[in-house]
Nanobody, 128 residues
Framework: QVQLVESGGGLVQAGGSLRVTCAASVRTFSSYAMGWFRQTPGKEREFVATITWSGGNTYYADSVKGRFTISRDNAKNTVYLQMNSLKPEDTAVYYC?????????????????????WGQGTQVTVSS
């Protein structure tokens, strides 16, 4: 079973920065594209960013483009989300997810249904 564990969430002031981390137990980490999603109470899970298996391509939601950066270290089985210029509307539980490249491909990376494995999430709260 693939396990994903997020960490690094917390409370930060608007305009500040935070980096959340996802540690994966998968044996072949590079076989998965990795993504970050976020969710607030009463809302659907929202796509934030994704990175290809090689780390060569990244894609972002319009709401975070230019402020957030996704990266991965395959040697450490770890994916990161660096969040800068944080806004109160960024407040959410942030989830790490894995997208098997042999099962999913193409332009559907924004859909949570494309990701087969999920972490438990880490809370990010941005104060105004």
């Amino acid at each position: 079973q693939v396990q994903l564990v997020e960490s690094g969430g917390g409370l930060v002031q608007a305009g500040g920065s935070l980096r959340v981390t996802c540690a994966a137990s998968v044996r072949t980490f590079s076989s998965y594209a990795m993504g970050w999603f976020r969710q607030t109470p009463g809302k659907e899970r929202e796509f934030v960013a994704t990175i290809t298996w090689s780390g060569g391509n990244t894609y972002y939601a319009d709401s975070v483009k230019g402020r957030f950066t996704i990266s991965r270290d395959n040697a450490k089985n770890t994916v990161y989300l660096q969040m800068n210029s944080l806004k109160p509307e960024d407040t959410a539980v942030y989830y790490c997810a894995a997208r098997p490249t042999w099962l999913h491909s193409g332009s559907l990376y924004r859909s949570p249904k494309e990701y087969d494995y999920w972490g438990q999430g880490t809370q990010v709260t941005v104060s105004s």
